[in-house]
């Protein structure tokens, strides 16, 4: 049983400043896994909690396949939930932590005790915990009890599965491990599911697609692909991974940090103040006296697999990802070329750009 999820200009605001949420709409396809990525307070949280029935949006519409979802009770709604912190009954063995959802039902509902067991057992078994069932949650690590959650969760065979940061307070490793793992459980089990994660790596992984957030709005949604390469905003190249910010003044399509052309539009920019995005991979150093921008070395630094470089051009500073085993001291001067990079006018919509002209006044500042 999967259904499709619509949330159509939904609303929230608690009547403390700002709304947490404005106008989101987000159509969610049956089986299709998305994940709502945001910085803390972008409203994640208030979202999936909308869904759940656990909250009433101030306005908007909540539809699973076509049909008004507000108007059913947290109880009916058929939601699964797992929380950060595994709400797991402290109490209760893992195997009466799964057989929860089903044994609290009216009983006209209650599926007899024996085909209760049976479904506990395929649950333990579909997240590999089949000979923990005897365990109680303190008797376990932190990604086994999130296992345990997720069980509790697809118990009452859901008709969507929300998980507010399922991952968020376990160690760096464990999260990784687990997140493959969840997307396998969901390509056998295929729930329509929302994913919350402020882990961009996270989702990108994870998701089908992303619904990247911004205070209380959505920034951008579309494929790990989309959000990655192609960010719509400045807010969103920001929180897609690493990258360097830079100030620019933009004159005839040319962006200028200080004096120094350091890139040019490829498509028309309004004159004025703009931002300029690029990811430290997306940098080629050249020796110095070789095509590109005059830079200077100002500091570097391992950083797993590569090493990144501090370079100062103009008066920008940016981040170079170069081989381990090349020596870049500190003070050398490097030619510096940007492969790909994002110019966003004052709150416009991002273009690409290409190499500054040459001789631009200033442009060999360095
Ligand atoms: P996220 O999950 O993205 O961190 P939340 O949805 O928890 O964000 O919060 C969004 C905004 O709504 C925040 O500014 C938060 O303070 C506010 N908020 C959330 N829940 C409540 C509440 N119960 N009462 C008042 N304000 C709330
Ligand atoms: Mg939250």
């Given at each position: 049983m999967t259904v499709a999820v619509t949330i159509d200009q939904v609303g929230k605001s608690f009547g403390?400043?700002?709304?947490?949420?404005?106008?989101?709409?987000?159509?969610?396809k049956p089986s299709e896994l998305v994940a709502l990525l945001g910085p803390s307070g972008s409203g994640k949280t208030?979202?999936?909690?909308?869904?759940?029935?656990?909250?009433?949006?101030?306005?908007?519409?909540?539809?699973?396949?076509?049909?008004?979802?507000?108007?059913?009770?947290?109880?009916?709604?058929?939601?699964?939930?797992?929380?950060?912190?595994?709400?797991?009954?402290?109490?209760?063995?893992?195997?009466?932590?799964?057989?929860?959802?089903?044994?609290?039902?009216?009983?006209?509902?209650?599926?007899?005790?024996?085909?209760?067991?049976?479904?506990?057992a395929d649950l333990l078994a579909l997240v590999q915990l089949e000979s923990f069932g005897g365990r109680f949650p303190a008797q376990l690590s932190g990604g086994q009890r999130q296992r345990v959650a997720l069980a509790r969760a697809l118990a009452i065979e859901p008709k969507v599965l929300?998980?507010?940061?399922?991952?968020?307070?376990?160690?760096?490793?464990?999260?990784?491990e687990l997140r493959r793992w969840l997307r396998e459980l969901h390509d056998r089990t295929g729930h329509t599911t929302l994913f919350v994660t402020h882990d961009q790596e996270e989702a990108l992984e994870l998701a089908d697609r992303v619904v990247v957030m911004g205070k209380g709005k959505i920034e951008q949604i579309g494929t790990p692909d989309d959000v990655y390469d192609r960010p719509e905003t400045a807010a969103v190249f920001g929180f897609m991974g690493e990258s360097s910010r830079i100030e620019v003044d933009v004159k005839n399509g040319v962006a200028l940090a200080g004096s120094t052309a350091i890139?040019?539009?490829?498509?028309?920019?309004?004159?004025?103040?703009?931002?300029?995005y690029v990811r430290p991979h997306d940098v080629t150093l050249g020796l110095h006296g070789t095509a590109g921008l005059k830079g200077q070395v100002r500091a570097f630094r391992r950083h797993g697999a590569i090493r990144r470089v501090e370079i100062a051009v103009g008066t920008a500073v940016l981040e170079a990802d170069i081989a381990p085993t090349v020596r870049v001291p500190i003070g050398e001067k490097v030619a510096v070329r940007l492969d790909r990079a994002r110019l966003f006018a004052s709150d416009g919509p991002g273009v690409d750009t290409k190499a500054p002209p040459a001789h631009q006044p200033g442009d060999y500042a360095i």
């Open positions: 403390n400043g700002a709304p947490a949420l404005s106008n989101v709409s987000l159509d969610v208030t979202l999936l909690r909308i869904v759940a029935g656990l909250e009433q949006p101030s306005h908007g519409r909540v539809l699973f396949d076509g049909h008004d979802a507000l108007s059913v009770p947290v109880r009916r709604r058929g939601i699964g939930f797992v929380f950060q912190n595994y709400a797991l009954f402290r109490h209760m063995t893992v195997a009466e932590n799964v057989a929860f959802g089903l044994r609290s039902r009216p009983r006209a509902e209650r599926p007899s005790e024996a085909e209760i067991r049976s479904r506990v929300l998980l507010d940061e399922p991952f968020g307070a376990l160690d760096a490793l464990v999260r990784k890139a040019a539009a490829t498509l028309a920019v309004p004159d004025g103040p703009g931002l300029l």
